[in-house]
Nanobody, 125 residues
Framework: QVQLVESGGGLVQAGGSLRLSCVAS????????MAWFRQAPGKEREFTAV????????TYADSAKGRFTISRDNAKNTAYLQMNSLKPEDTAVYYC??????????????????WGLGTQVTISS
């Protein structure tokens, strides 16, 4: 079993930055593909970014390309999502997800076994 705990959310003005963190426990972190999804009020959960278990590959949603960067630190059992140039439409609950030996091709909600409880990100205009 894997436990995921997100942090780093908050309220920022448009154009600002946030860095989300996801700490994993319960399984060898270096074997986990890590992803971020988000869910805005009244909308379905959607893919944002993924980093492969090896750390060598990443994939981003079109909405995140050029603004968000996903990374991982295996020594700290932590995945990160650096978010820059934030927009009001980025407002959502951001969830960390993990799957064993996940690759950068795993971008669907249904492909992930483990989920965190989420962290709220609110961007004011």
């Amino acid at each position: 079993q894997v436990q995921l705990v997100e942090s780093g959310g908050g309220l920022v003005q448009a154009g600002g930055s946030l860095r989300l963190s996801c700490v994993a426990s319960g399984r060898t972190f270096s074997n986990l593909g890590m992803a971020w999804f988000r869910q805005a009020p009244g909308k379905e959960r959607e893919f944002t970014a993924v980093i492969s278990w090896s750390g060598g590959s990443t994939t981003y949603a079109d909405s995140a390309k050029g603004r968000f960067t996903i990374s991982r630190d295996n020594a700290k059992n932590t995945a990160y999502l650096q978010m820059n140039s934030l927009k009001p439409e980025d407002t959502a609950v951001y969830y960390c997800a993990a799957r064993a030996y996940g690759t950068a091709y795993h971008t669907a909600v249904s492909q992930y076994t483990y989920w965190g409880l989420g962290t709220q990100v609110t961007i004011s205009s």
